[in-house]
């Protein structure tokens, strides 16, 4: 999983300020997922998205919350205002262009967020 | 009721032991039947995934899923110490790109 590649690997921000995920696919990977992973918790599928386009997002919060994939450069996941909450590891994962099957979803190291 | 429901452990054995993990799903519909290991900080990766039921084996590991009784498990034969890791069940509906995880169990096999 280390073609997936995440950044910042840690993040703390102030309440109130915003954190930017950034998530760079595998090589030749064209769709991308976010997942959040609460303390004690598993992962929570957020949204999926294609180039330039959001395929799923049941997972993400109504507000606050949104995600791009734009025909070049990573995938973004944006937190504006975030609170205590928002504390967590997020991970983003890619697949294929060609089959785009979830089991072929190769997770990055994540993003740990910290909100003081 | 939660969509997969994972026992989350902790869970310790002696190296060499046999280990069972196991979860169960609540919807008929999930199709598709994955266990990740997650090392503590990383993130997960992909062991074994299952498509409907019967059985699956990759070496020391083996994968079971029982869609009468919505049952899945993952075996570990001969653990070893570098087997210690959270392990996370996940089911997918066909057509979905989805993965609902369970809350994963955290292993330790002690030398």
């Known amino acids: 999983n280390a073609g997936v590649m995440q950044n910042p690997r840690h993040l703390v921000r102030r309440r109130g300020q915003e954190a930017r995920l950034r998530c760079s696919p595998m090589k030749g990977h064209s769709h991308v997922y976010w997942y959040r992973q609460l303390p004690e918790e598993g992962l929570k599928f957020m949204v999926y998205?294609?180039?330039?386009?959001?395929?799923?997002e049941s997972g993400m919060p109504k507000e606050r919350f949104s995600a791009e994939f734009p025909k070049e450069g990573p995938s973004i996941l944006r937190i504006q205002q975030v609170v205590r909450g928002d504390s967590a590891a997020y991970f983003c994962?890619?697949?294929?262009?060609?089959?785009?099957?979830?089991?072929?979803?190769?997770f990055g190291q994540g993003t740990r967020l910290t909100v003081v | 009721q939660k969509e997969v429901e994972q026992d989350p452990g902790p869970l310790s054995v002696p190296e060499g032991a046999i280990v069972s993990l196991n979860c169960t799903y609540s919807?008929?519909?999930?199709?598709?039947f994955m266990w990740y290991r997650q090392y503590s900080r990383k993130g997960p990766e992909l062991l074994m995934y299952t498509y409907s039921s019967g059985n699956k084996e990759d070496g020391r590991f083996t994968a079971q899923v029982d869609k009468s009784s919505k049952y899945i498990s993952l075996f570990i034969r001969d653990s070893q110490p570098s087997d210690s890791a959270t392990y996370l069940c996940?089911?997918?509906?066909?057509?979905?790109?989805?993965?609902?995880f369970g809350k994963g169990m955290k292993l330790t096999v002690n030398p």
């Open positions: 994962a890619s697949s294929p262009m060609d089959r785009g099957l979830n089991t072929e979803a190769f």
């Open positions: 919807n008929s519909a999930f199709q598709y």
């Open positions: 996940a089911t997918s509906q066909g057509g979905s790109e989805k993965l609902v």
């Open positions: 998205l294609q180039k330039e386009n959001i395929i799923d």
